[in-house]
């Protein structure tokens, strides 16, 4: 595809259940982000791999939050036990290294906490 | 600790008038500065940006005024339009040294009326 493709578009889970986001960059981009945007708080990074290097975790909120990324390209956002909190939109973004901090945004996961 | 510090919340301007919307950085090590524009259920896409080595970039309607002393930037949107109406992100990176990892500021929703 042309931009980054993330899956589902609309998550709504009961509390305590698993979820997986699931994010597709863009061909050849070698560094993946995952932020999450809650109302009125702006974009709040959670983790970013880059190539084969060992992935900056650093804005993961708890251990209930993981992420993957596979082959170098799709990447996987676990959140374990979710909590009413989690609810938010997670977007995923890609880049090419070295390309000076332009992110490619995909539309988002929104995710819903009952 | 929030290191973008961004304002207005919101802003309201009349069609053909100036939206200022200002920024401030806490960590001396950043050293790329960019703004994103982002439309209701959308991602946030790459507006404009500025390295610290000048004091401001102009491109069409948009220009980013950097003030390295003081730690501030704002982008300035000229003769101001309704398809500008969307919310805007200031953030800052550390390219050197630390990849493309953006902190965001916490949006300005903006609105053009007729």
């Known amino acids: 595809g042309a931009g980054v493709s993330q899956s589902p578009s609309n998550k709504v889970t009961e509390k305590g259940k698993d979820v997986e986001l699931r994010c597709d960059p863009i061909?050849?981009?070698?560094?993946l982000y995952w932020y999450r945007q809650s109302l009125g708080q702006g974009l709040e990074f959670l983790i970013y791999?880059?190539?084969?290097?060992?992935?900056?975790k650093s804005g993961l909120p708890s251990d209930r939050f993981s992420a993957e990324r596979t082959g170098g390209s799709v990447s996987t956002l676990t959140i374990q036990r979710t909590q009413q909190e989690d609810s938010a939109v997670y977007l995923c973004?890609?880049?090419?290294?070295?390309?000076?901090?332009?992110?490619?945004f995909g539309e988002g996961s929104r995710l819903t906490v009952l | 600790q929030q290191q973008v510090k961004q304002s207005p919340q919101s802003l309201i301007v009349q069609k053909g008038g100036i939206s200022i919307i200002n920024c401030a950085y806490e960590?001396?090590?950043?050293?790329?500065f960019p703004w994103y524009q982002q439309f209701p259920g959308k991602g946030p896409a790459l507006l404009i940006a500025?390295?610290?080595?000048?004091s401001e970039k102009k491109e069409g309607r948009f220009t980013i005024s950097f003030n390295k002393s003081a730690k501030q930037f704002s982008l300035h949107i000229m003769d101001s339009q309704p398809g500008d109406s969307a919310t805007y992100f200031c953030?800052?990176?550390?390219?050197?040294?630390?990849?493309?990892?953006?902190?965001f500021g916490t949006g300005t929703q903006l609105k053009v009326e007729l």
């Open positions: 061909s050849g981009h070698t560094a």
């Open positions: 973004a890609s880049s090419l290294m070295g390309a000076a901090g332009e992110l490619f």
């Open positions: 791999f880059q190539g084969n290097s060992a992935p900056d």
């Open positions: 500025i390295r610290p080595d000048v």
């Open positions: 960590n001396t090590a950043f050293d790329y």
């Open positions: 953030a800052a990176s550390r390219i050197t040294g630390g990849g493309n990892k953006l902190t």
